[in-house]
C-alpha cells in the first residue's frame, strides 16, 4: 500500500530543507567566508557592493541548488535594454519571495523589516550591505540614502510595497514610500512581478514542487508621471501589475 500524499509531500518538504541548510552551508564555506575574507585588501566603494553581491548571489545560488529539478524557477526580462537604477516593487505571496530578488540583474539593496536583519550571517551582509531596516530608519534618512543609492551609485532600491503576504492571489493595497522616492528623484520604477511562489512554499512553510516565474516588466519612467503625486503614481503601478498578473495567470491556465 502506497504512503498518503501528506506523508509524501511532508518527506519532500524535509529533503528540500535539508538541501537548503547544505546550499547554505556549502555557500558560506567556499563563497560567503572567503569573500570577507578579502574585505579589507579592496577598496570601500569595492566593499560595499562586495557585501550586497555575497547576500544576492546568495539567493540565486539557493533557489537553484535547493529546487532542482522538482521546482522548476524561470526569469523573464521583458525589457532588457532597461538597466538603469531605478525603485522596483514586487508583489508578495510567499515568505520565499525575498530570495527571488535574487534573479534581479542589476545591483540591489533591500527594504526589509527587523527579521532579517536577526539572521546569523546573513544579517551581517545585509547591514554590511546597505539594506534598509525599515522598522529604524528615519523616513527622511531613507529618502536620503536611498536617493544616493539610485543616482549616485547606480544601484536599485527593492521592496515590497504591499508591505505583507497577500492572503489570496489578489494584491493587497500598496503602502507609498517606494513611489515617493521615484517622484522625488525622477527615477524609473521597475514592476517585478512574482507567480508561483505562493504554491511552491505555502504560509506554513511546506514546500510542494511546482515552477515559479518572475518577470521584470518594462519601467514607468518619469517621463509617464512628470507632474503626478506619489498616490497616483502608486494607484497607476498598481493597476498595471494586476492587469499583467490577470493575464498571465489565465494564459497559463489555458
Avoid at 179 to 205: D, H, M, S, W
Avoid at 214 to 229: H, I, Q
Wanted: hydrophobic share 45%; net charge positive; aromatic share 16%.
Amino acid at each position: 500500500m502506497g504512503s498518503s500524499p501528506g506523508f509524501r509531500l511532508r518527506l519532500f518538504s524535509v529533503l528540500f530543507y535539508v538541501r537548503f541548510v547544505f546550499a547554505t552551508v556549502i555557500y558560506c564555506l567556499f563563497v560567503g567566508i572567503p569573500g570577507i575574507v578579502t574585505m579589507p585588501f579592496i577598496s570601500s566603494a569595492a566593499r560595499y557592493k562586495k557585501w550586497r553581491n555575497l547576500i544576492r548571489f546568495y539567493g540565486k545560488f539557493v533557489i537553484r541548488a535547493s529546487s532542482y529539478p522538482f521546482i522548476k524557477v524561470e526569469y523573464y526580462d521583458l525589457a532588457p535594454n532597461e538597466t538603469s537604477a531605478g525603485v522596483v516593487v514586487a508583489n508578495h505571496r510567499s515568505g520565499s519571495d525575498a530570495f527571488m530578488f535574487g534573479m534581479w540583474p542589476g545591483d540591489l539593496v533591500q527594504i526589509a523589516g527587523e527579521w532579517p536583519f536577526k539572521l546569523p550571517f546573513f544579517g551581517v551582509l545585509a547591514k554590511c550591505g546597505g539594506y534598509y531596516n525599515i522598522s529604524k530608519i528615519a523616513f527622511d534618512d531613507f529618502l536620503d540614502r536611498a536617493s544616493n543609492d539610485i543616482l549616485k551609485n547606480n544601484i536599485s532600491v527593492v521592496g515590497f510595497p504591499e508591505g505583507t503576504r497577500s492572503l489570496n492571489s489578489e494584491m493587497g493595497q500598496f503602502h507609498g514610500t517606494l513611489f515617493r522616492l521615484a517622484a522625488k528623484i525622477n527615477c524609473p520604477v521597475y514592476p517585478f512581478i512574482i507567480l508561483g511562489t505562493e504554491k511552491v512554499v505555502n504560509r506554513q512553510f511546506v514546500v510542494s514542487p511546482g515552477s515559479v516565474r518572475l518577470y521584470k516588466l518594462p519601467a514607468v519612467n518619469p517621463e509617464r508621471f512628470a507632474g503626478w503625486t506619489p498616490f497616483q503614481l502608486k494607484v497607476y503601478v498598481r493597476k498595471q501589475m494586476a492587469a499583467k498578473i490577470a493575464e498571465l495567470e489565465k494564459a497559463s491556465n489555458e
